[in-house]
């Protein structure tokens, strides 16, 4: 079994362009792929002025559509959650 890889085909197949930053209307810098999930499901994220604020959002979302498979969800949701954490702690 070859265990070798061509690390340019890996490096071509990545997607840099969707951990790039975007601002929404008020500012609010989310990632194009957290923006891309949160379309998916419809969150208006637009007019949020903070991470809590979309981080309420989703929680929203997740409270009325707990029967869904919403593992992309949960993962933009903790990438939010934690960048919150570290813009807003005491230094």
Do not use: H, P
């Not at 949160?38 to 979309?54: F, H, M």
């Not at 990438?79 to 005491?90: A, C, P």
């Amino acid at each position: 079994m070859d265990n070798s890889y061509n690390i340019d085909e890996l490096v071509n197949q990545l997607d840099f362009s969707s951990f790039q930053f975007s601002s929404n209307q008020e500012g609010l810098m989310l990632t194009n792929y957290e923006i891309a999930i949160l379309k998916r499901y419809c969150i208006n994220y637009e007019y949020c002025s903070s991470l809590g604020e979309v981080l309420s959002l989703i929680e929203q979302f997740f409270y009325e559509n707990c029967d869904l498979d919403l593992d992309d969800l949960d993962s933009v949701s903790l990438s939010i959650s934690e960048r919150n954490y570290y813009q807003n702690v005491n230094r």
